[in-house]
């Protein structure tokens, strides 16, 4: 009775305060007593990132040394026989060591998740994916798929993203409708009686009817810009050589005057800088050595320093509608009013950019290697007029260019740059 009298007086709200200062206490006396060993192991593990990074420049720097080495051929060699082999000379110990190193990355990295873990994303139809077509929307390309995955599509998967569709394109993708005779037409889920842009018009479509979260569409003229204005998303048109090009298709290959690139398209501009994190990783550079080592500049990213913008409301060669003109008012002043100094530039030289490098560029060989990749096809109505011009004789494109020079100049250039008399 006398040790239960006691505790008796502390039943209730008094019970009930003591029994959580006793719990903090022990929870505090608990973690007093772990802290020297959580921060051994948070040491540890930094140690541990340091040591794979090391191993890893290690193994890359071997790789680099002997590109020719084959890794099997020496992991399966019993110990006997490799000890023999490094004795006699026949191996040397730089391919063993890459050999193993790169082996013991592969199983370590197996277990690390990343960036983009378990993430499902689509693909524009050009994106080269392992057992899959890439096929511009012309029926050349069909039954012809890919050997392995595009450098993109591997930085990706390395990332931990899955992916899980491609999606349609306008065929050739010269065109800003989103339409070809393989898989027919796509209709802006805003308004289907709209185009949802193109070319990358399907990935646009995918992110606003919310099938996705995150797509890669490919840019030279407004692909990624244009879908992304037309069904509400957003896009990033990366900068030329940023992100690696190979293992994506392309109708025309070699336009050098004006670069086409790859880019992100997405919901919301914060899932635009994540994928841009995970893309501009060490395996773009590795996969595709083009490509320079400039990963995400995270301090640039998060600094509150003041930027340095410029803009223009007009390009100068067309005429923006009101809509477009307002919203790039509007965010000029929003901009200004979050302390960035904001300049208006207008854009030297456009004409000659927009007639000599775009046009003469795409079409430097008259429109040749187009109208070769289009024989015997069925050509879809959203490209029928640029591919009936390509085929005019040359005699009669000289002629037309003279006539239009009275009329409309601009289609007089276009058809002499097709002809080669820009």
Same mark, same amino acid.
């Given at each position: ?7 008796? /007086? ?5 019970? $009930? %305060?003591?029994?959580?200062?006793? @719990?903090? *206490?022990?929870? !505090? ?109 012309? /029926? ?5 798929? $890919? %050997?392995?995955?595009?450098?993109? @599509?591997? *930085?990706?998967? !390395? ?264």
């Amino acid at each position: 009775m006398v040790l239960d009298e006691p505790w008796a /007086a502390l039943s209730g709200a008094s019970g $009930a %305060a003591l029994a959580c200062c006793f @719990v903090a *206490a022990a929870v !505090a006396l608990r973690w007093s007593s772990h802290r020297p060993a959580r921060g051994a192991v948070a040491r540890a593990r930094q140690r541990q990132q340091a040591a794979l990074e090391t191993m890893d420049k290690a193994a890359q720097r071997f790789r680099l040394q002997e590109p020719s080495l084959n890794p099997k051929a020496i992991l399966e060699l019993p110990l006997e026989s490799l000890a023999q082999k490094l004795q006699d000379e026949e191996l040397s110990l730089e391919s063993v060591l890459c050999s193993y190193l790169e082996e013991a990355l592969k199983k370590l990295k197996k277990t690390e998740r990343g960036l983009l873990y378990g993430v499902p994303i689509s693909l524009k139809d050009t994106y080269d994916c392992k057992g899959h077509d890439s096929t511009c929307g012309l /029926a050349q390309f069909l039954e012809k798929p $890919a %050997a392995k995955d595009g450098v993109i @599509v591997k *930085a990706l998967k !390395a990332q931990g993203a899955i992916p899980l569709v491609k999606t349609n394109i306008p065929q050739t993708l010269l065109s800003f409708y989103c339409s070809n005779p393989i898989y027919g037409r796509t209709l802006n889920p805003l308004n289907l009686k709209k185009t949802p842009g193109g070319s990358s018009g399907s990935e646009g479509v995918m992110l606003a009817q919310g099938g996705f979260i995150l797509g890669m569409g490919s840019n030279i003229a407004g692909s990624i810009r244009i879908p992304a204005s037309f069904c509400g998303v957003c896009g990033f048109r990366t900068t030329g050589y940023r992100l690696s090009y190979s293992g994506i298709a392309s109708a025309v290959k070699g336009k050098k005057s004006v670069t086409t690139v790859a880019g992100p398209m997405a919901r919301d501009v914060e899932s635009l800088v994540l994928c841009m994190r995970a893309l501009l990783s060490e395996d773009m550079h590795r996969l595709d050595p083009t490509v320079p080592f400039m990963p995400f500049r995270e301090e640039v990213y998060s600094s509150n320093q003041p930027l340095r913008i410029g803009y223009c409301e007009s390009d100068g060669f067309t005429q923006p509608t009101p809509s477009m003109a307002r919203a790039m008012r509007l965010t000029s002043r929003l901009l200004q009013d979050a302390g960035h100094q904001v300049i208006p530039f207008s854009i030297p030289r456009v004409e000659y950019a927009v007639e000599h490098l775009f046009v003469g560029g795409l079409f430097a060989d008259g429109g040749a290697t187009l109208l070769e990749k289009i024989e015997g096809d069925i050509v879809d109505l959203c490209i029928k007029t640029m591919i009936n011009t390509l085929r005019l004789p040359d005699p009669l494109k000289c002629f037309s260019a003279y006539i239009l020079k009275y009329i409309d100049p601009r289609p007089s250039q276009k058809l002499k740059e097709i002809r080669g008399m820009g």
